[in-house]
Every structure is written in C-alpha cells, then in structure tokens.
C-alpha cells in the first residue's frame, strides 16, 4: 500500500476494471473478437484494443507525457494478455511512491471511467452474440489491487 488514500483508491478501481475486464472475456468464443452489432460499431477486440489504450495512455499522463493512442487490435488472446500487462504495469507505477503528473479525480473521471465503460460494452456484446457471461457477485468479490 501507499501513503495516499487517493492511490489506493485508483488502484482499487484499476483492481476492478481488471476482474470485471477478465469475466467479461473468459471463455468468450473464438469468433467473438470480430462479433458487430452493426458495421458503425466496434467490434469486442477494437473496444478491447481501446480499453489497453487508456490504461496504457493513463500510465504515460500520470509521468507526466500525454500521448493519444489508437492502437490496431492484436489477434484475440494477445489483445487479452496486453490488457493485463497494462494492467499490472499501471498499479505497480501506482504502488510506488513516484510523484503523479495528474489529479487521481481526473484520472476517474477520464480515462479510468472510460475503461470500465467499455467493459460493460464488452459484457453486452457476449449477451447480444448469444455468450453471455456467468454471473459474479461484484460487491461482494475480493478485489484486491495488485493481484491480476
């Protein structure tokens, strides 16, 4: 843990995006990655592509350097493992007592929000492409940040 209260909040919501990101794409069938609602929608693997963008996007702001990602998907599985690399990688910056370029409000409000949007839409396309995903207990669940 770290001394800031605000830290360990964000990271606890990194935490959450995590465990809520891994129900949504265990066990997702092989030919979800390219599922579309229509052709003016993204597919699961673009929204997925999207959401490693801004964790990985959130760990560059909180250095301080704002870069604007638009990462092409990878194929399914490393799109998946690039997600939890980011992961990882934003709590343990998170975890250390380095300074933070930006407000932890902001960071919620913005791209942190932002992530755990899209993984909602992530949940509703399984449901729309007929592989709805088992039911978690959210509130009740042991989050635990660091441990992905």
């Known amino acids: 843990m770290t001394s800031d209260p605000k830290r360990?909040?964000?990271?606890?919501?990194?935490?959450?995006?995590?465990?809520?990101?891994?129900?949504?794409?265990?066990?997702?069938?092989?030919?979800?990655?390219?599922?579309?609602?229509?052709?003016?929608?993204?597919?699961?693997?673009?929204?997925?592509?999207?959401i490693g963008d801004l964790i990985v996007?959130?760990?560059y702001l909180f250095r301080g350097d704002f870069i604007r990602l638009e990462s092409r998907p990878l194929p399914w599985d490393e799109e998946i493992a690039r997600f939890f690399t980011g992961v990882?990688?934003?709590?343990?910056?998170?975890?250390?007592?380095?300074?933070?370029?930006?407000?932890?409000?902001?960071?919620?409000?913005?791209?942190?929000?932002?992530?755990?949007?899209?993984?909602?839409q992530i949940v509703m396309l399984r449901r729309i492409a007929g592989a709805p995903i088992q039911e978690a207990e959210y509130f009740t669940a042991e989050i635990v940040p660091g441990t992905f």
């Not at 709590?91 to 949007?117: C, R």
Request: zero cysteines; hydrophobic letters at 45%.
């Open 8 to 50: 360990e909040v964000l990271r606890h919501a990194l935490a959450t995006i995590a465990f809520r990101g891994g129900i949504a794409l265990k066990d997702a069938p092989a030919d979800f990655a390219e599922f579309r609602v229509s052709e003016s929608t993204r597919s699961p693997a673009e929204i997925l592509a999207h």
């Open 57 to 59: 996007g959130s760990h």
């Open 88 to 120: 990882r990688e934003l709590d343990a910056f998170l975890a250390s007592e380095k300074p933070l370029a930006h407000a932890v409000e902001k960071m919620i409000q913005g791209p942190i929000g932002d992530a755990l949007t899209h993984v909602g």
